[in-house]
C-alpha cells in the first residue's frame, strides 16, 4: 500500500539539467531503498540510482558524475538531479521503493513514470 508519483520530466538540450521527485503515499509501510530506474523504447528497466534509509547511494555507471539522488525521509520523497544530459539518458524514468509491515518481507512499488527526452 504504497504509491509513488514521478515529476519533473521534460523536453532537454543536451547538456542541460532536469530534477526528478518522487512523492511516495503510504499507509502503515515503513519505506526502505528508494531510487530510480529508466526505461528507453525497445529495452529493459536499468538500474539508474538508488538511496537507502541511511542515505548510501548507488549509480549506474553511465550516470556517476552527473547524476546525483537524494531523499527527505521526513517527506517520503525521493529526488535525482541530472546534469550534463546526453541524448542517450533518453528514457522514461521510474520511480521505485521497497517497503513493508514490521515483521513482514519488503515488497517493491513502482511509480507510473515521467519521460525524459534530450535533443541531440
Do not use: H
Not at 41 to 49: E, H, Q
Not at 66 to 72: A, E, P, Q
Amino acid at each position: 500500500q504504497v504509491q509513488l508519483v514521478e515529476s519533473g520530466g521534460d523536453l532537454v538540450q543536451a547538456g542541460g539539467s532536469l530534477r526528478l521527485s518522487c512523492v511516495a503515499t503510504r499507509s502503515m509501510f515503513s519505506i526502505n531503498v528508494m531510487g530510480w530506474y529508466r526505461q528507453a523504447p525497445g529495452n529493459g528497466r536499468d538500474l539508474v540510482a538508488t538511496i537507502t534509509s541511511g542515505g548510501s547511494t548507488n549509480y549506474a555507471d553511465s550516470v556517476k558524475g552527473r547524476f546525483t539522488i537524494s531523499r527527505d525521509n521526513a517527506k517520503d520523497t525521493v529526488y535525482l538531479q541530472m546534469n550534463s544530459l546526453k541524448p542517450e539518458d533518453t528514457a522514461v524514468y521510474y520511480c521505485y521503493a521497497t517497503a513493508g509491515l514490521v515483521n513482514l518481507r519488503l515488497r517493491d512499488f513502482w511509480g507510473q513514470g515521467t519521460q525524459v527526452t534530450v535533443s541531440s
